[in-house]
């Protein structure tokens, strides 16, 4: 029983910022990671950036330099600040969780972002 509350989302005018949060609950494995997905109308679910419980971060390529993921693990929360946005970066973005023993995938409600020119 692990549940994942998305906060953050809304709208902004390129070249804002918003800052993401999701805070997870319940049955979490402390070794574990926590990422962030979107998905824009259209086309597939694709990864923004993630992070593990030992400390690794990343975020993909069309994101690197304008958005940045940290974590407190204290917290089980992960965070996604996003900088410079652009109109391309519209989307649902979703927090998802993959817990060991079994890595079984987890998944926030979803919060939109959508980024006006």
């Known amino acids: 029983q692990v549940q994942l509350v998305e906060r953050g989302g809304g709208l902004v005018q390129a070249g804002g910022s918003l800052r993401l949060s999701c805070a997870a609950s319940?049955?979490?494995?402390?070794?574990?990671?926590m990422n962030w997905y979107r998905q824009a109308p259209g086309k597939q679910r694709e990864l923004v950036a993630g992070s593990s419980s030992a400390g690794n971060l990343a975020v993909a390529n069309s994101v690197k330099g304008r958005f940045t993921i940290s974590r407190d693990n204290a917290k089980n929360t992960v965070y996604l600040q996003m900088n410079s946005l652009k109109p391309e970066d519209t989307a649902v973005y979703y927090c998802?969780?993959?817990?060991?023993?079994?890595?079984?995938?987890?998944w926030g409600q979803g919060t939109q972002v959508t980024v006006s020119s």
């Open positions: 319940g049955s979490i494995s402390s070794d574990n990671t």
């Open positions: 998802n969780v993959k817990s060991a023993p079994l890595w079984r995938d987890y």
